[in-house]
């Protein structure tokens, strides 16, 4: 089993900053890429940012410049730092993982996260 738990969400003023982490555990080989998707109410799910196992990014244009993914790989942590929060970053943050759980098979498979409220408000 595999689990994916993320913390750090909450409400914040725009402008304000955050921090999200996302701690992956269980029977994990080897994990490829860590990413974080947001999913705002009435809209479907969209990438937020991407770190693959060798620090390789990708960021939605929406998030560029502003927010920064980072990984902990011995840690198999992803977390993401972001700044100048706007009313738009509201949405329930997805953290999601491609990992490999057996050495003996080449296999990856994607694992989720339950989410995690983030609410810029003032």
């Known amino acids: 089993q595999v689990q994916l738990v993320e913390s750090g969400g909450g409400l914040v003023q725009p402008g304000g900053s955050l921090r999200l982490s996302c701690a992956a555990s269980?029977?994990?080989?080897?994990?490829?890429?860590m990413g974080w998707y947001r999913q705002a109410p009435g809209k479907g799910r969209e990438l937020v940012a991407r770190i693959t196992s060798g620090g390789s990014t990708n960021y939605a244009d929406s998030v560029k410049g502003r927010f920064t993914i980072s990984r902990d790989n011995a840690k198999n942590t992803v977390y993401l730092h972001m700044n100048r929060l706007k009313p738009e970053d509201t949405a329930v943050y997805y953290c999601?993982?491609?990992?490999?759980?057996?050495?003996?098979?080449?296999?990856?498979?994607?694992?989720w996260g339950q989410g995690t409220q983030v609410t810029v408000s003032s």
């Open positions: 269980g029977s994990i080989f080897s994990i490829n890429y």
């Open positions: 999601n993982a491609l990992l490999r759980t057996d050495p003996n098979r080449p296999n990856e498979y994607i694992y």
